[in-house]
């Protein structure tokens, strides 16, 4: 069948709509009519060679549709169920399904190729085969993937907000409630506050956080923050700092988090001056793989124990989780409405990492026209 897409055919190029050939499911894989795609800073990374892939590529990776055919062996889902795609795709039976940490399924292994698991791509163009951002390529009206990326979700849920239950919103409410291991009674410095940012701020509000302090060289970030949970805010990290010593009376932010759109030293080094003896530092924002963007006293690490860590998909596990959030979202703890700041038609894409990249957005969102 025939798909609009928006695809990048390089480093540095801007985004093109074009018309793809999309091959139907094979064995474990399902076809989706993709109803809204998030624009996440990830895909970015793919333009700016920020993350490694293998071009041409479909983009997007966080996205919500309804399955349109199921390939064979595929019973968990049928024609017609509303489906929230996670980014990561989660086997079930690799070493680090088995332990529990679905987050770094071995079918990551994938995501420098981006074809499907059996090593075959689904996009064509004149020839050309194309990969999918995640293995999803939400930024397509239609795309076919594995069964082990799609959570099935009740048809209550307007696939808009639930679209972005595939990765912002897991991704920072981890990274704070489990690689934080935010407590009640805790004082969290979110450094960000996009669509991964924002939900940290959610994440630490509701595991009990005493002051979250959310902190944006953006006036409308900070609003934002504080309408979703957060008690203070900072537009650079030094008065993050300040706020975060006199609120603990000198002890320090027992977490620190790392969300902002690409990495650097600079606010690495102030995440772990933030924290307290023990406290954590959580890297869930990402910088390109040549850059060594960690530069931090061992002194300090090794006599205040202070602890860094690394967060994909704030170690959440798609199958639990997604469904997790969305019953948050109906009973109203979560907010996802609210994220949702701009919407686009899928040949406004540029537009909307424009958007993205001068602050415009919480979360942009496209919605597919069929
Ligand atoms: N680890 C994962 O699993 C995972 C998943 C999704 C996204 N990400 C990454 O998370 C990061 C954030 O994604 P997003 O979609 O929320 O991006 P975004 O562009 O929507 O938001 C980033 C925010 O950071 C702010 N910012 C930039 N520099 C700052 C600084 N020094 N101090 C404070 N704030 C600063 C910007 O003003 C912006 O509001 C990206 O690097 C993205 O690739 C990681
Ligand atoms: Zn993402
Ligand atoms: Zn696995």
């Known amino acids: 069948m025939k798909t609009r897409a928006a695809i990048l055919q390089g480093v540095g190029k801007e985004w093109e709509i074009t018309e793809l050939d999309l091959d139907p499911p094979r064995a474990g894989e399902v076809l989706l009519r993709f109803v809204a795609a998030g624009l996440c800073h990830s895909d970015d990374h793919l333009r700016t060679g920020d993350i490694p892939v293998r071009y041409p590529i479909v983009g997007g990776h966080e996205g919500a549709g309804v399955v349109e055919q199921v390939g064979e062996g595929v019973t968990r889902l049928a024609p017609g169920d509303h489906v929230v795609c ?10 680090f399904c088995a332990r529990g940490l679905t987050n770094l399924c071995d079918l990551g292994a994938l995501f420098v190729d981006n074809c499907l698991p059996d090593g075959t791509f689904r996009f064509h163009s004149g020839g050309a085969d194309l990969g999918q951002m995640c293995l999803l390529g939400t930024f397509s009206q239609w795309s076919t993937v594995s069964e082990h990326s799609c959570v099935k979700v009740g048809d209550d849920l307007p696939l808009e907000v ?5 990765c912002g919103v897991p ?3 981890g990274t704070a409630v489990n690689a934080g291991g935010v407590r009640p009674g805790d004082t969290v410095v979110v450094y960000g506050i ?8 959610q994440g630490a509000a509701f595991a009990g956080a005493r002051y979250v302090i959310a902190v944006d060289p953006l006036a409308g970030k900070r609003e934002a923050a504080e309408r979703l949970g957060a008690t203070h805010s900072a ?6 700092q300040r706020l975060a010593t006199d609120l603990t009376e000198g002890v320090g932010a027992d977490a620190a988090l790392v969300t902002v759109g690409v990495v650097t030293e600079d606010v690495i080094g102030a995440a772990f001056a933030a924290i307290r003896k023990q406290g954590t530092v959580v890297v869930t924002g990402l910088a390109g793989p040549g850059k060594n963007t960690i530069q931090l006293p061992s002194f300090e ?3 205040f124990e202070k602890r860094l860590q690394g967060a994909l998909f704030g170690g959440c596990n798609p199958f639990d989780d997604i469904p997790r959030m969305l019953d948050l979202y109906r009973s109203g703890h979560l907010k ?22 001068d602050g ?7 919605l597919h026209e069929h």
């Not at 639930?162 to 595939?166: D, E, F, I, K, Q």
């Not at 537009?235 to 993050?240: I, L």
């Not at 609210?338 to 038609?345: H, I, K, M, Q």
């Open 171 to 173: 991704t920072g409410w």
């Open 301 to 303: 690490l090794t006599l």
């Open 360 to 366: 415009k957005n919480i979360r942009g969102v496209i």
């Open 194 to 201: 996009g669509g991964v940012g924002i939900n940290a701020v």
């Open 86 to 95: 996670s980014f990561i795709p989660s086997c079930g039976h690799c070493r």
């Open 235 to 240: 537009a650079t990290a030094e008065q993050a």
């Open 336 to 357: 996802l409405d609210e994220l949702v700041t701009s919407r686009y038609r899928l040949d406004e894409v540029n537009q909307g990492y424009a958007d993205m990249l």
């Open 162 to 166: 639930a679209a972005l239950v595939g």
